[in-house]
């Protein structure tokens, strides 16, 4: 399965440098063949993402009007895809080997798997996110970073959630993905490099980002269990997580109170599962 069925989707905001070595990195890797949608999340320099996509053979922008995070940059591209999967990339990642990807394409389409993730290589220490000898199989979750998607599968369960912003969007969406019986599967032999290194360049707001994970680790099981058990295992969730990097206190503080706060303000929203499912999920051994 090559480019005519495959597009390549990139959610960035302020960041043409780093997209531009991605963009590189891919061309020289023969991927220039496949349809390039980039969302630009209302970047303070929107012509500046254009003239790097530019580059691209056909390369398409999708422009925020207003900045919606990677949830909507990703249903955007989603929705703006002519192609029947997606190939869902940040835009600092890129898969080393063509041939390696289009094998499990190829397997990933045959078998009607939803969501193909693959392995993340941190260019910044090595570490891997799949495990040495752990094989090809079905799994919980997929790195949006790092994945094919079957578009219509995908956005068949409603795609990211939106309100969601960024963190925690991804196993949302999977918890959603699983309950609705559609299979996630990891390919460990494609290996997706990741050029993520903490620095200045990186434009990253941490105060705002341990606030939506604080935040969203509440609605992720709020918004799919019953609120007896998701709103408790959320809470408990959120305030582990806040605990581990000890950092930003007020905004995850903030994060924790919004997450409650907006379990209930986003109430028409919520599709509770029963507590046997709920439960399943919980203890990590979805059937």
């Not at 909507?72 to 990642?93: I, V």
């Not at 790092?146 to 925690?168: I, N, R, T």
């Not at 969007?169 to 290996?191: D, T």
């Not at 992720?220 to 997580?241: D, Q, T, W």
Request: aromatic letters at 10%; glycine letters at 12%.
């Amino acid at each position: 399965m090559t480019g005519d069925r495959i597009s390549i989707l990139i959610p960035t905001r302020n960041r043409p440098g780093i997209l531009r070595r991605t963009l590189d990195e891919l061309l020289g890797r023969g991927f220039g063949g496949y349809p390039l949608l980039v969302y630009d999340d209302a970047s303070d320099e929107p012509e500046a993402i254009a003239a790097v996509v530019a580059v691209w053979p056909g390369g398409r922008v999708v422009h925020g009007k207003k900045r919606g995070g990677q949830a909507t940059g990703r249903n955007s591209l989603l929705r703006a895809a002519a192609t029947d999967f997606a190939l869902m990339l940040d835009d600092d990642s890129w898969p080393e080997d063509r041939g390696l990807f289009e094998a499990a394409a190829d397997e990933m389409s045959g078998a009607g798997i939803g969501v193909g993730t693959f392995q993340y290589r941190s260019l910044a220490d090595g570490k891997l996110s799949i495990p040495e000898g752990e094989g090809r199989g079905r799994v919980m979750s997929f790195l949006g970073g790092a994945s094919l998607f079957d578009v219509k599968q995908v956005l068949g369960v409603g795609g990211f959630l939106e309100p969601l912003v960024y963190g925690y969007e991804e196993p949302e969406l999977s918890l959603r993905l699983w309950l609705n019986g559609v299979r996630i599967e990891q390919f460990p032999a494609v290996v997706v490099a990741h050029n993520h290194f903490e620095t200045p360049d990186e434009k990253r707001d941490y105060r705002e980002y341990d606030y939506y994970y604080a935040r969203n680790s509440i609605l992720m099981s709020a918004m799919n269990f019953p609120l007896v058990l998701g709103l408790p295992h959320g809470i408990f969730r959120s305030v582990r997580r806040s605990l581990y990097r000890r950092r930003n206190t007020w905004a995850k503080v903030r994060g924790t109170v919004a997450g409650v706060v907006d379990t209930f303000r986003m109430g028409a929203m919520r599709k509770p599962c029963g507590i046997a499912k709920a439960w399943e999920w919980i203890k990590g051994r979805p059937s």
